[in-house]
Nanobody, 120 residues
Framework: VQLQASGGGEVQAGGSLRLSCAAS????????VSWYRQTPGKQRELVAT???????SYADSVVGRFTISVDSAWNMAYLQMDSLKPDDSAAYFC???????????????WGQGTQVTVSS
């Protein structure tokens, strides 16, 4: 199973971006998807999470501005980012807890980072 993140770029403050995360592979089931972000010299920060149970959560710094969602098949995850601020500039990573159906094992997977740069 692989995760592929995309959608980063440069935007002015107040603008919007939508990040995508595609899961691919054979016989798997995504249970939880999260987006993290990281800037140089800092720890990776949890931004948003969504679970099949219906649970979702956001970092305080993005509440009301970011929205996490998935498609009906749970193969694609998105992070809609509105009202972007310079402090949102970071490399964004998607993460998923995935059940591989061949061996019934739950593993966590990371996508590669996609850079978001917000200019003032």
């Amino acid at each position: 199973v692989q995760l592929q993140a995309s959608g980063g770029g440069e935007v002015q403050a107040g603008g919007s971006l939508r990040l995508s995360c595609a899961a691919s592979g054979n016989r798997f089931r995504v249970n939880v998807v999260s987006w993290y972000r990281q800037t140089p010299g800092k720890q990776r920060e949890l931004v948003a999470t969504i679970a099949r149970s219906g649970y979702s959560s956001y970092a305080d710094s993005v509440v009301g501005r970011f929205t996490i969602s998935v498609d009906s098949a749970w193969n694609m995850a998105y992070l809609q980012m509105d009202s972007l601020k310079p402090d949102d500039s970071a490399a964004y990573f998607c993460h998923a807890d995935i059940l591989t159906l061949l061996d019934s094992r739950l593993r966590d997977y990371w996508g590669q980072g996609t850079q978001v740069t917000v200019s003032s």
